[in-house]
């Protein structure tokens, strides 16, 4: 799955640490997620979208083969 | 919100050391019985009981422990046990194997137990690493 998560951070200017305490996980989740060795569950997907005040599709797409 | 996240990880830490020294008091207390090789069949089942009832704590506050990270840690320690036990079931395997050739005599359980923890806590840090 691709995620447009290092972007909109950056957009923010949110260090991955801050991104974390904002969705309540460490700083290691959000590098797991962005360098895309972890896909989150779908409460913290939802979270991480929400706090970009996007929809969750806007932030991760399927690719192929997913 | 942070600030009670912390207070319930301290008072968690704290229990966590309080199981650590029940387990050790209450397995070394059994061992001291257990040693002196009593013949009441109700002292030897109580002694089995109390080694077995003490490490039940300890390992509550290990689960609670992991079950209040994120998801994300949630996952290294899955990872992390699966690995633990996949590692121990093959090395179980190979002893048995090992035994019935006559190349070893005897693995005591505790080296078992001893070879599943390492193996859990190396496994910790190399799933820790890879996701760095």
Sequence with gaps: MKNRLRVLRAEQNWSQAELGMRVGVSRQAINAIETGKYDPGLPLAMKIARVFARKIEDVFELEEGD | ?132
């Design chain 2, 1 to 132: 919100m942070p600030a009670q996240r912390t207070d319930s990880g301290l008072r968690l830490l704290q229990l966590l050391a309080g199981a650590f020294l029940l387990w050790l008091v209450t397995t070394v207390g059994a061992l001291f019985v257990l040693d002196r090789e009593p013949e009441s069949v109700a002292l030897r089942a109580a002694m089995v009981a109390v080694a077995v009832g003490g490490v039940l704590p300890w390992s509550w506050v290990v689960a609670r422990l992991i079950q209040r990270e994120d998801e994300f840690t949630r996952r290294l320690h899955l990872i992390a046990l699966a690995i633990a036990f996949a590692i121990t079931a093959l090395l179980v395997f190979t002893a048995v194997f090992l035994q019935r050739a006559g190349f070893i005599d005897y693995v005591s359980l505790k080296t078992v137990l001893l070879t599943m923890v390492v193996t859990w806590w190396l496994a910790i840090i190399v799933t820790k690493r890879y996701y760095r």
